[in-house]
């Protein structure tokens, strides 16, 4: 994404709405080029079109939230998918920051996604060269995300080395956090079969908490995140033995 592109989804995802002749005014091109751009954020499930204009959705909707800081997201996502050689099986389970991992983890060859995420799944349903293993469970609409008993039994036929995870929140004495105690429930299911737990998250969760309990600090490995995350926290973290790495 060029500095265009980033501009016309700042834009965006402050206005909601905006025409196609006002972008191409204020970033002075043609309104062909600002097509072409549009095209291609939509093409990424980062906005949506309607005649003569860019849109944007549902704020709850997770299309929506990917297309929120997504230059940093997916500057997160790009960090720990370094960790992640070809030919690997792997778990992630839902948030737009592993979304947007699962995206460029097809860019390595072999790989093998195990995920009860179907927006993941649909996601990248163009990288044919990516295998996609779909966790079924009982279906979550909001989240597009599946849960309960049948997710647990379905992980415990797999064992991977790294289970990728996004998180609502943090608290010192709590560790992290969740907003849905059946998601946070399959998750830490999902945790059993991995060696071992990596956090994508923005820096600003680390000064909000969740409602609910999602992984002690002692079950997490590493955190990938951004530099605006404090220092006292990194402390935290490192003190509890967990790698941190930003971007």
């Given at each position: 994404?060029?500095?265009?592109?980033?501009?016309?989804?700042?834009?965006n995802?402050?206005?909601?709405?905006?025409?196609?002749s006002s972008?191409?005014?204020?970033?002075?091109?043609s309104q062909?080029?600002?097509r072409?751009?549009?095209?291609?954020?939509?093409?990424?499930?980062?906005i949506?079109?309607?005649?003569?204009?860019?849109?944007?959705?549902?704020?709850?909707?997770?299309?929506?939230?990917?297309?929120?800081?997504?230059?940093?997201?997916?500057?997160?996502?790009?960090?720990?998918?370094?960790?992640v050689k070809?030919g690997?099986?792997?778990m992630?389970?839902s948030?737009?920051?592993?979304a947007?991992?699962?995206?460029?983890?097809?860019?390595?060859?072999?790989?093998?996604?195990?995920?009860?995420?179907?927006?993941?799944?649909s996601?990248?349903?163009?990288?044919?060269?990516?295998?996609?293993?779909l966790?079924g469970g009982?279906?979550?609409?909001?989240s597009?995300?599946?849960?309960g008993t049948?997710?647990?039994?379905?992980?415990?036929?797999?064992?991977?080395?790294?289970?990728?995870v996004?998180?609502?929140?943090?608290?010192?004495?709590?560790?992290?956090?969740?907003s849905?105690?059946m998601?946070?429930?399959?998750?830490?299911?999902?945790?059993?079969?991995?060696?071992?737990?990596?956090?994508?998250?923005?820096?600003?969760?680390?000064?909000?908490?969740?409602?609910?309990?999602l992984?002690?600090l002692?079950?997490?490995?590493?955190?990938?995140?951004?530099d605006?995350?404090?220092?006292?926290?990194?402390?935290?973290?490192?003190?509890?033995?967990?790698?941190?790495?930003?971007?």
């Amino acid at each position: 994404m060029n500095k265009r592109q980033s501009k016309i989804l700042e834009w965006n995802n402050t206005e909601k709405k905006i025409e196609v002749s006002s972008l191409a005014e204020r970033l002075d091109v043609s309104q062909v080029t600002i097509r072409k751009d549009l095209d291609l954020l939509e093409g990424n499930g980062l906005i949506k079109r309607s005649h003569g204009f860019a849109t944007s959705g549902n704020p709850d909707d997770l299309e929506n939230r990917l297309a929120l800081h997504y230059p940093l997201k997916r500057q997160i996502a790009i960090l720990a998918a370094a960790s992640v050689k070809d030919g690997e099986t792997v778990m992630i389970e839902s948030g737009s920051t592993c979304a947007l991992l699962a995206k460029e983890l097809t860019l390595k060859k072999d790989i093998t996604i195990i995920t009860n995420s179907a927006f993941i799944a649909s996601y990248i349903k163009d990288a044919p060269q990516t295998k996609v293993i779909l966790l079924g469970g009982e279906y979550q609409h909001k989240s597009q995300v599946t849960i309960g008993t049948l997710v647990k039994q379905a992980a415990t036929n797999f064992r991977v080395d790294k289970l990728f995870v996004g998180v609502d929140g943090f608290s010192v004495g709590f560790g992290f956090t969740g907003s849905d105690l059946m998601r946070a429930d399959t998750v830490r299911s999902m945790a059993e079969s991995a060696a071992e737990v990596f956090v994508l998250t923005e820096s600003k969760k680390f000064e909000q908490s969740g409602t609910v309990s999602l992984f002690p600090l002692k079950a997490v490995s590493r955190v990938y995140t951004d530099d605006r995350i404090r220092e006292e926290m990194i402390k935290v973290l490192t003190d509890a033995g967990i790698m941190v790495a930003t971007v």
